[in-house]
């Protein structure tokens, strides 16, 4: 059976007192949308349509940046979850298989969830998926009798007996595609908000001879994002799971909360990572990898056995194989380093290819930006960088070459070749002594004067 998921992401989110659209605000650098898109994934949709409203070429191009293939519909005016339901009606014309509706401000709605969501669709014929909240606020109440979902009330209309169900509406439904527009269709704006409510589905199917029920899970994943402080508490939350799960996967946290995630960090196991390390989107590190204190990453591989840090910064592009070094205060951007390379202290690498087990001293830096082009810089393999050593792209030295210290490499340099640009060294006897005398002497003669 094929599943078609509808994402509702027309809203303003007038609470974040923003001009971005509610649902491209990011937890963990990924837009909310792309949360919601994400969780989706778990049901293997054979279609996705977004309904975007508010600001909706924004929210359009992001939803097509996550997944090409997506369909997004615009629902011009925000008339209710019904209505935004009905505007993806076209897209899915002739598609045959369970409709989920999604809301691209419910960023956690989980695998487990959603599969316990189908699976309870084989035997009715909408599925809600509900919460017992510990404080109901304005949630959608769902009446049931037993395992039966007669009806949902939206709070404003809700009786007093009715506001006492601790039972909510998470929002997310379930239902053949063909019968949620048919029951759409037949939903009216006769309520105290004067909406297409979604939720008035549930009462018409079930007058239509129709069953529904009611899938539960933990209010932790309904959570739904309404305020900038709300989107703080989703970070902080996602943060926590993701870093359990990690654990949970093999992986050491020294100190947990302090190592933060993107939406997409991936770590191998037996990684360990150490206090106070941040990543971006974009990070793979294999196993057994070491990442020190104080390190930054974004847009970065790392292979197995490799160490980074402490006070390390991989930026895009950087490409570590097995068993790299990179120490302190290094920062490697849009560079491939070679088995075993290391690059230990104080040094800038970015447009370079480095070679296996080449050495590059501290201090050195790759002078890629001529300030409108960037160069490359190659070395190739064994080779040894002097301390201090300006590499100034593009230029390229050969295998098992070396630089001397404090040299500007501004031309390449061949295989097994030493390259030293630097002033020759002149040594005066005594002079530093005589120097010191006629200064010291200098400093005296002021001191009397003042
Ligand atoms: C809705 C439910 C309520 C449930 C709650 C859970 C209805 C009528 N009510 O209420 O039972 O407890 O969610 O959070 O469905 N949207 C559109 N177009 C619209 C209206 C909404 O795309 O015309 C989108 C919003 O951007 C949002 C989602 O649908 O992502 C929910 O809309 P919202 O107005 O927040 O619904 P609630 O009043 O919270
Ligand atoms: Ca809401």
Redesign the pocket.
């Known amino acids: 059976m094929s599943t078609a998921l509808i994402i509702?992401?027309?809203?303003k989110?007038t609470r974040m007192e923003s001009d971005l659209p509610?649902?491209l605000h990011r937890i963990a650098h990924a837009p909310m949308l792309w949360h919601a898109m994400r969780a989706g994934l778990a049901v293997e949709p054979e279609a996705t349509v977004v309904?975007a409203?508010h600001e909706a070429e924004q929210v359009k191009a992001s939803a097509l940046d996550f997944d090409p293939e997506a369909k997004v519909v615009i629902?011009q005016?925000?008339?209710?979850?019904?209505?935004?339901v009905a505007q993806a009606k076209d897209a899915l014309q002739g598609f045959e298989g369970n409709a989920i509706v999604l809301?691209?401000?419910?960023p956690f709605i989980s695998e487990k969830t959603l599969l316990a969501m189908l699976e309870a669709r084989k035997s009715h014929d909408v599925v809600v998926l509900g919460f017992e909240a510990a404080d109901p606020g304005?949630?959608?109440r769902l009446v049931t009798s037993g395992d039966t979902l007669d009806r949902?009330v939206?709070f404003k209309d809700a009786s007093d007996e009715e506001r006492d169900i601790t039972l909510?509406?998470?929002?997310v439904v379930c239902a053949d595609t063909a019968t949620l527009f048919d029951l759409i269709d037949a939903v009216d704006n006769n309520n105290a908000s004067g909406?297409y409510?979604?939720?008035d589905t549930v009462a018409i199917a079930r007058a239509r001879g129709l069953s529904a029920t009611v899938v539960t899970c933990d209010e932790s994943e309904?959570l739904?994002v309404?305020s900038r402080a709300e989107l703080s508490e989703a970070e902080r939350l996602f943060q926590i799971s993701r870093r359990e799960e990690l654990m949970a996967d093999g992986v050491s946290l020294q100190a947990p909360d302090t190592v933060f995630l993107a939406w997409d960090t991936v770590i191998g196991r037996d990684s360990e990572i150490e206090p106070n390390v941040v990543f971006g989107p974009g990070v793979t590190i294999e196993n057994a990898v070491r990442i020190r204190a104080f390190s930054h990453f974004e847009g970065a591989h790392v292979s197995s056995k490799s160490t980074v840090g402490p006070y390390a910064r991989l930026r895009p592009g950087a490409e570590l194989s097995e068993g790299v070094h990179i120490g302190n205060f290094v920062e490697v951007k849009n560079a491939v380093l070679h088995e075993g390379v290391k690059a230990n202290h104080l040094t800038y690498l970015g447009d370079a290819e480095i070679g296996a087990r080449t050495n590059i001293g501290a201090g050195t830096v790759t002078c890629n930006y001529d300030g409108v082009f960037k160069h490359k810089t190659t070395v190739g393999t064994d080779a040894f960088i002097g301390s201090d050593t300006m590499l100034v792209a593009p230029v390229t030295l050969g295998d098992g070459a070396m630089t001397a210290s404090g040299s500007t490499i501004t031309d390449d340099v061949p295989a097994g070749a030493l390259a030293v640009s630097r002033a020759p060294q002149v040594v005066k006897p005594g002079l530093a002594t005589k120097l010191f005398k006629m200064l010291k002497a200098k400093k005296a003669k002021q001191a009397k004067g003042n």
């Open positions: 509702l992401a027309a809203g989110g509610k649902v309904v409203g629902q005016e925000q008339l209710g979850t019904g209505h935004a809301y691209g401000d419910t304005r949630y959608g949902i939206e909510c509406n998470s929002g909406e409510y979604l939720t309904t739904g309404n």
